[in-house]
């Protein structure tokens, strides 16, 4: 237990610790983002600057050569552009005249073109990030750029929102991690307890799903609780089954055995053989019983693989053409009707065979002498599923008695009287669900309907 504990909680923690992980990681790739576009834009903009400014200043000296290009440094000079730089070098990077460090720090280019860089290394320019242009003009050189002071303010401003933004992500995922953790955690232990509940017998805990909720959780609690449902249910049938099979059988073993010493204590032939004959019928109803268990557990395991595409007319005709002999022998008129165009039905043939005939065999007992029993296969008006029924006109099965008459061992008091062991209709019952479909038990004014009722 404490094992399992320590497990849960280190679950929970790495959710926390993914949470704010998630969140930082967020924010850090926004931040970067932004920096790199805001310096993208600055960049690009001083690279225009730059350009229209030294295309301008190599007009002048083309057209009146260096005095006329000092002069106009000299104009530009005097203006309120701080960041302005505008100056002649000679080959060594030594400053000739102009605005600008006197005497460069970088190596001089030998080819024109747009740069970014430091341009000296004594104050004000040391660390000063400027973006400029290089063109020789004669024996000199002109430089000309703009300090990038602007972008460095906003780079400033973008690290400290960096800094506030990457406290802010810690805060808000330890919190958010926090919630996350505590919500999963709960809805975990909810569940491990029904499961260690079940695991102590008891079957009757539930998770439960929050209502309107559709997450994985719920989905998990749904399933669960479906399949504890479908437990507790199987585990009572099985319950109801053990008890009803002991109670009933414990009387036709009373007869075996009454039957027993007396076909061993009598001396007459005759009522040997009668006792003998009695043992058969009693033996045969027990066999019956079992086998019938065993038929329903089988029709409920029985693998998919095993249906074929099935067409239900000529089913129900060839079930009605087997039991019309049998019928008639009873004085009952078996006729079969099938509704034109029926789909045909992916089913298990043998199964579904048997499940019809199964409600066939109620009807010819109940039925009654010189009754009718009708095979009707037809479209359940206004859904997509198809009814197999067999009518009778006998004595039916009242409403309230429905219920009883499908569970096992359902005998009613009506059928006492008649052998049975009350698994037949379970087991037309089974096979239905086998197939995604259920058994309805309805009047037909007067007798029973009994239909298996099974999606197309």
Known sequence: MNRTR?????????????????AMATNLVLAAFLWQQIHSDAVEAV?????????????????????????????????????????????????????????LSIETPRRDGFRVGALGDEEPWAGQEA???????????????????????????????????????????????LVVARYVGRRLNAIAAVIEGVGQGDLTKRVGSVAGGGDAFDRLSIRLDAMLDKVERLMGELRIVTDSLAHDLRSPIARLRAKTETAILVTDPVQRDVALSGLLVETDLVMRMLSTLLEITRSQSVSRNRFTTIAPAALIEEIAELYEPVAEDAGIVLTAEVEPNLPDIVMHRELMTQAITNLIDNALRHAGKSGQITLRAAFVPGTNEIRLQVEDRGSGIAEADREQALSRFGRLDSARTIPGAGLGLSLVAAVARLHGGRLELGDNAPGLIAAIVVPR
């Open 131 to 177: 973006g400029y242009t290089v063109r020789r003009i004669g024996a000199y050189r002109l430089v000309s750029g703009h300090l990038m002071d602007d972008w460095q303010q906003e780079r400033r401003g973008i690290e400290r929102a960096l800094l506030l933004a990457t406290a802010l992500s810690l805060m808000f995922g330890i919190g958010g991690g």
């Open 6 to 22: 320590a497990l849960r909680l280190s679950v929970t923690a790495r959710i926390a610790l993914l949470a704010i992980a998630l």
């Open 47 to 103: 690279r225009r600057d730059t350009t229209e400014q030294s295309d301008a200043f190599l007009s002048v000296y083309r057209s009146g050569g260096m005095p006329a290009l000092i002069a106009a440094i000299d104009d530009a000079a005097r203006s309120s552009d701080t960041s302005l730089i505008a100056l002649v070098i000679d080959d060594t990077g030594r400053k000739r005249s102009g605005i600008g460090p006197d005497h």
